[in-house]
């Protein structure tokens, strides 16, 4: 039986005044250790450093620098680029003649930096022919794959999400794939996402949102090496990718008998899942699959009426 990782704990609010550094403890005079091997990197790129202290939390060291803007991409597994959001910033900036949003790197595994959080202010600076951007530079590249935390600039969608988690994933595997999942579920967020994240990349248009409040209360992160825990959400988006071509088929019958909603596959999905009336401990993962194929190859689209849609609610095909 896979040993489930302890569930994720909400801290308490603390005490106003108790936790981090005082103003004047944040100064630092002068980097040391990785901060200045840091620092020695953005020289060589042709930047230069203008200040660093210590972050007022946690008290690491960060620099700010202003770099060459050819010196700086952005990682390589977060989310793609959108065009209309850079070209949106892009203009304001312009219109504006200030950029004072500086954006958050971590040196590269080669040359050159990554940023984790700044990706669309990056793109919006090429488009305006900037030579250089400001940037906050942090030593530790663990940073990198904190992006679902870190990257607030444009909200996520699910979609988004997801394929950014899985692209993580990746990356992880590709570093060492022996180590723990349960590891990294800060990074990761929801087990959930690793499993849509395979979904999107094998079918872009893929509904998932329909599916993510059952996977949610069905995956959690094990403490299972990386490359064991990445076949079990192989198999599971396999299941589910399955389960979709029998719900598309009953939506599409729907579709024929005249019934017309934005809220179709939603109520497919209600109608089979076995989980809305099991309170506590769910069964296991693949019984619940199972169950929903099995119960949507058996559905009856004649016995749906145009008044059983009305009260049917959830995301939108």
């Known amino acids: ?58 008290g690491h060291p960060a620099l700010i620098s202003i770099l060459p803007i050819d010196a700086v991409a952005p990682t390589p597994f977060q989310r793609d680029l959108s ?20 954006i958050i790197v971590v040196p590269a ?17 090429r488009r305006l022919g900037a030579k250089s951007i400001s940037a906050l530079v942090v030593a530790d590249r663990e940073v990198a794959w904190q992006i679902l935390a870190l990257n607030t600039e444009k909200a996520h ?6 394929l950014e988690v899985i692209r993580i994933y990746r990356g992880l595997l590709d570093e060492d794939a022996s180590r723990p999942e349960s590891q990294f579920a800060f ?34 992160f094990t403490g299972e090496p990386l490359r064991n825990a990445n ?17 598309a088929q009953v939506v599409k019958k729907l ?3 005249g019934l017309v909603s934005p809220y179709l596959r939603s109520f497919v999905i209600a109608r089979i899942n076995p989980l ?28 749906i009426r145009s008044q059983d849609l009305a009260g049917a609610a959830g995301p939108p095909d």
């Open 1 to 58: 039986m896979v040993k489930r990782a302890a569930p994720k704990k909400r801290p308490r609010k603390a005490k106003p005044g108790t936790k981090g550094l005082a103003p004047a403890e944040c100064r630092l005079t002068a980097p040391s250790g990785a901060a200045a091997e840091v620092a020695n990197t953005i020289e060589k790129t042709g930047g230069c450093v203008v200040g660093s202290y210590k972050e007022p939390l946690g």
């Open 83 to 102: 065009d209309a959001h850079h070209k949106r910033l892009a203009d304001v900036i312009n219109k504006t003649g200030r950029f004072l949003d500086p």
């Open 109 to 125: 595994p080669e040359s050159g930096f990554w940023t984790p959080n700044g990706r669309h202010r990056l793109e919006a600076m």
């Open 157 to 162: 969608n699910l979609k988004e999400r997801a």
């Open 187 to 220: 990074y990761l967020e929801e087990a959930a996402l690793v499993t849509l994240g395979v979904c999107y990349e094998r079918v872009p248009r893929f509904g998932g949102a329909v599916y993510h409040p059952i996977l949610r209360r069905l995956e959690h």
């Open 231 to 247: 076949k079990d959400h192989q198999k599971c988006a396999g299941m589910i990718l399955d389960l979709e071509e029998k719900v």
């Open 255 to 257: 579709k024929e008998r």
């Open 276 to 303: 809305r009336w099991i309170k506590g401990e769910p069964p296991a993962l693949e019984e619940v699959f199972k169950t929903m194929r099995e119960r949507a190859g058996k559905f009856n689209v004649e016995k």
